[in-house]
Nanobody, 118 residues
Framework: QVQLVESGGGLVQAGGSLRLSCVAS????????VGWYRQAPGALDRELIG????????NYADSVKGRFTISRDNTQNTVWLQMNSLVPEDTAVYYC???????????WGQGTQVTVSS
């Protein structure tokens, strides 16, 4: 069973920055694509805001493009989400999810709260 643990959330003022971490307990982390999702207060669904499918292959939702950056280090089984120029609309619980390239098994972290005050 793969476990993902997010950390780094918190309260920040608009315009500020946060960096979230997602650490996976798996031996073949390089075989997983990793996505960052968020669920805003009252929202029914989680929004995919960015995903890394290995190396420099990263895509972002329009809502965060140019402000958020995903990076990963497979030697540390870690993916980061650097969030800059935060706005109150970024307030949400942020989740990472890892999907195996071949088996398509997907695992989720427990989420970390990000609150942006105006």
């Amino acid at each position: 069973q793969v476990q993902l643990v997010e950390s780094g959330g918190g309260l920040v003022q608009a315009g500020g920055s946060l960096r979230l971490s997602c650490v996976a307990s798996v031996s073949d982390f390089n075989m997983y694509a990793v996505g960052w999702y968020r669920q805003a207060p009252g929202a029914l669904d989680r929004e995919l805001i960015g995903a890394n499918s290995g190396g420099q292959n990263t895509n972002y939702a329009d809502s965060v493009k140019g402000r958020f950056t995903i990076s990963r280090d497979n030697t540390q089984n870690t993916v980061w989400l650097q969030m800059n120029s935060l706005v109150p609309e970024d307030t949400a619980v942020y989740y990472c999810a890892a999907t195996h390239y071949y088996t398509r098994e997907q695992y989720w972290g427990q989420g970390t709260q990000v609150t942006v005050s105006s």
